[in-house]
């Protein structure tokens, strides 16, 4: 069987940029997870020395708080800085966007809808951005009893379909005067799906490696799960199973922002002798 990876697969910039923060500040703690992968958390804490905290009380003057990519409410932001405490911002560039943009239409008047899942970390923290609170749907089902004004800005969870996405603005653009609306979407993300959807379509089988409450992963396993019926999501080796792989010709294999590649090898040479 042949096992073919993805042209764009695995750790994006804000997780490469975030890791690196991380060992470079030795025996600091992280504010709740650092990504989304429970195994490279586990490197960082045997190689690096770096806790995770994820109670903020729990820190103390002096302590290196490192703030994870997924960023935090700004609330809890400032407390930290009240306290104290050596911040060390490692919040992807790609959240730190739409914050900004949150906070800036919110105090020109504009109602605020975010596109994405209200109780995802990088959510918690956009919305805690906007003035008079913000609106998070999932789907245009979910905007049909809200009301807005006529002014609208509109951002999504960086790790989103775009044309889901797309979805909820043009429902929004037949109904009000003025929608803003700002692409939030990383062009990681964007990478990455046009990747998987296209070796999909060429595969007999897909394997997807990510953490199962990674957002952009499980994006990725619905879109090769949409081209390719035979695809898994797996965490690592541990997860694949033989049978997946009988009478089979060819494997995608694709990995979401937060996978390491020495998870990504550990998969690929597990598939290899499954299906040897």
């Given at each position: ?33 650092l990504i989304h992968n429970g195994k490279e958390i586990n490197r960082l804490k045997e190689d690096f020395k ?151 379509k060429e595969s007999d089988v897909m394997v997807v490696i990510g953490g199962k409450n990674s957002s952009n ?44 590649d020495w998870i990504i090898k550990q998969v690929i040479q597990q598939i290899k002798e499954l299906s040897a």
């Amino acid at each position: 069987m042949n096992v073919k990876l993805a042209e764009n697969y695995g750790f994006c910039f804000g997780v490469k940029r975030a890791i690196k923060i991380a060992e470079d500040n030795v025996g600091a703690s992280t504010y709740g997870p650092l990504i989304h992968n429970g195994k490279e958390i586990n490197r960082l804490k045997e190689d690096f020395k770096v806790s995770l905290v994820e109670d903020i009380s729990t820190f103390k003057k002096g302590d290196k708080a490192v703030i994870r990519t997924h960023g935090i409410p700004k609330d809890k932001l400032s407390s930290l800085h009240k306290k104290n405490i050596d911040v060390i911002d490692a919040t992807c560039p790609y959240v730190t966007k739409p914050q900004q943009i949150c906070e800036e239409m919110s105090k020109e008047g504009y109602d605020i809808v975010i596109f994405g899942d209200v109780n995802h970390p990088e959510i918690k923290g956009v919305m805690s951005y906007a003035q008079k609170g913000a609106t998070v749907v999932e789907s245009v089902e979910e905007l049909k009893d809200k009301f807005f004004y006529d002014k609208i800005a509109v951002v999504a969870q960086t790790t989103r379909k775009v044309d889901e996405f797309m979805k909820v603005c043009n429902y929004l653009m037949r109904s009000h005067k003025e929608v803003r609306v700002f692409n939030t979407i990383c062009n990681a993300t964007f990478d990455n799906q046009d990747a998987v959807k296209i070796l999909a379509k060429e595969s007999d089988v897909m394997v997807v490696i990510g953490g199962k409450n990674s957002s952009n992963t499980k994006e990725l396993h619905s879109i090769s799960k949409d081209n390719c019926n035979d695809s898994y999501l797996v965490e690592g080796p541990d997860d694949l199973i033989a049978s997946w792989f009988d009478d089979k010709k060819e494997c995608g294999v694709s990995a979401g922002a937060s996978t390491p590649d020495w998870i990504i090898k550990q998969v690929i040479q597990q598939i290899k002798e499954l299906s040897a």
